[in-house]
Nanobody, 115 residues
Framework: QVQLVESGGGLVQAGGSLRLSCAAS????????MGWYRQAPGKPRELVAA???????NYADSVKGRFTISRDNAKNTVYLQMNSLKPEDTASYYC?????????WGQGTQVTVSS
């Protein structure tokens, strides 16, 4: 059974940093894309950053230059380093992994940025 365990969320002041982690287990298919999404109250879920197996990245315009996605293949773990956080970054953050056998979501971790 595939399981994605996220960690690293919390409360931080504006301008601060957090690093989110998402560890995947039970994956038997090759991983094609690992990504992070976020959803603020009353808003749709949106892509924050994605990283393909080939190393290509894609970032939302709102986080470019501030967030960095990376992965540890040996640990099947994807990270999101978030710097210069803003109050508008407040949301629940979800990791998503796309494999050749389907896609999977994490349970979400809350990030709250105070002004």
């Amino acid at each position: 059974q595939v399981q994605l365990v996220e960690s690293g969320g919390g409360l931080v002041q504006a301008g601060g940093s957090l690093r989110l982690s998402c560890a995947a287990s039970g994956i038997i298919f090759s991983i094609n894309v690992m990504g992070w999404y976020r959803q603020a109250p009353g808003k749709p879920r949106e892509l924050v950053a994605a990283l393909t197996s080939g190393g290509s990245t894609n970032y939302a315009d709102s986080v470019k230059g501030r967030f960095t996605i990376s992965r540890d293949n040996a640990k099947n773990t994807v990270y999101l380093q978030m710097n210069s956080l803003k109050p508008e970054d407040t949301a629940s953050y979800y990791c998503r992994i796309v494999t050749s056998g389907g896609y999977y979501w994490g349970q979400g971790t809350q990030v709250t940025v105070s002004s």
